[in-house]
């Protein structure tokens, strides 16, 4: 399967622990996206990479939240001191082009005791 | 982006044409409508999108009025895999935003046997 990979898949942490999330775009897609989504919500946009520069960046990102993009190929998204609001599904999309079509992975699921 | 109204839920009986219909009044001239939607525990899939003609591939048609106000996703034949919550965005028309897409609440179709 060529698609979004991402992983883990699932992480339970305890609260105030760091937690970082990795993303395996589509080869050769230079547009990568974080979108978080929460319990009967729709996903919500965290940020954005093109190659390896991040161009926009969500209010929902605080500074607890770092992402990455080194080379311009895989991401990780890391969560520092985590609280339990950030229990949530962190989705992972990436795309050829300047478009709205987007190719999300299965996501990582996170919950913070 | 124009925000976008869909109905909460939806049935259809498998082997039927299912209608999903969307409110997009505010819209602008150069905003695209897209359609995702994302089946349990699965990220979400790209269905398809369009500017102001009807557009079909071998997921789903779109059909988009006249004036741009509304849309409607036809999946011709639904089957129970169909079963999913359906999102339509209208989304960014240019810059870096092109992937920065606001998902709302979605419809949630359940295809019945």
């Known amino acids: 399967d060529t698609g979004v990979s991402q992983d883990p898949r699932h992480k339970i942490t305890k609260r105030g622990q760091n937690v970082t999330f990795r993303c395996d775009p589509i080869?050769?897609?230079?547009?990568l996206y974080w979108y978080r989504q929460t319990l009967g919500q729709g996903p919500e946009f965290l940020t954005y990479?093109?190659?390896?520069?991040?161009?926009?960046k969500s209010r929902l990102l605080s500074d607890r939240f770092s992402a990455e993009r080194p080379k311009g190929s895989f991401s990780t998204l890391e969560i520092q001191r985590t609280e339990q609001g950030d229990s949530a599904m962190y989705l992972c999309?990436?795309?050829?082009?300047?478009?709205?079509?987007?190719?999300f992975g299965e996501g990582s699921r996170l919950t913070v005791l | 982006d124009a925000k976008t109204t869909q109905p909460p839920s939806m049935d259809c009986a498998e082997g039927r044409a299912a209608n999903l219909p969307c409110n997009h009044s505010?819209?602008?001239?150069?905003?695209?409508v897209y359609w995702y939607r994302q089946i349990h525990s699965q990220g979400p899939q790209y269905i398809i999108h369009?500017?102001?003609n009807n557009e079909t591939n071998e997921m789903a048609s779109l059909i988009i009025t006249e004036d741009r106000k509304s849309s409607t996703l036809i999946l011709p034949h639904a089957t129970l895999r169909d079963t999913a919550v359906y999102y339509c965005?209208?989304?960014?028309?240019?810059?870096?935003?092109?992937?920065?897409?606001?998902f709302g609440q979605g419809t949630i179709l359940t295809v019945h046997p």
């Open positions: 505010t819209i602008s001239g150069n905003e695209y």
């Open positions: 080869s050769e897609h230079n547009r």
């Open positions: 990479f093109q190659n390896e520069a991040q161009l926009e």
């Open positions: 999309a990436s795309s050829p082009r300047a478009t709205g079509e987007l190719f």
């Open positions: 369009g500017l102001k």
């Open positions: 965005i209208v989304g960014p028309a240019g810059g870096t935003s092109y992937g920065k897409l606001t």
